[in-house]
């Protein structure tokens, strides 16, 4: 079982930048796949970066790359977004994921989800 614990959300203004970090419980921790996806009102979840456990490969959504980076520490059993450039289309609130996707984009492939944090990017 793996509890994830989502922080660092918040009001920005567009071209700022926020780090979002997701603790996540359980000892396993360093076994998982680690995603970030969000989800706008009205519209559908959606993926935006995941880091495999191994550190050998990261993903990203075409919307972020540039601009998110993800990263982890799983001394720390934490998973980090460093969020650049943020757009007022980043507006979301943005959930952790945990698990062992075949396809690390679907949100279906993972098993463990943390609450949510808004973040908001004014124009």
């Known amino acids: 079982q793996v509890q994830l614990v989502e922080s660092g959300g918040g009001l920005v203004q567009a071209g700022g930048s926020l780090r979002l970090s997701c603790a996540a419980s359980?000892?396993?921790?360093?076994?998982?796949?680690m995603g970030w996806f969000r989800q706008a009102p009205g519209k559908e979840r959606e993926f935006v970066t995941a880091?495999?456990?191994?550190?050998?490969?990261?993903y990203y959504a075409d919307s972020v790359k540039g601009r998110f980076t993800i990263s982890r520490d799983n001394a720390k059993n934490t998973v980090y977004l460093q969020m650049n450039s943020l757009k007022p289309e980043d507006t979301a609130v943005y959930y952790c994921?945990?698990?062992?996707?075949?396809?690390?984009?679907?949100?279906?492939?993972?098993?463990?989800w943390g609450q949510g944090t808004q973040v908001t990017v004014s124009s």
């Open positions: 994921a945990a698990g062992r996707p075949v396809v690390a984009t679907m949100a279906g492939g993972y098993n463990y």
């Open positions: 359980g000892r396993t921790f360093s076994t998982y796949t």
């Open positions: 880091i495999t456990w191994s550190f050998a490969n990261t």
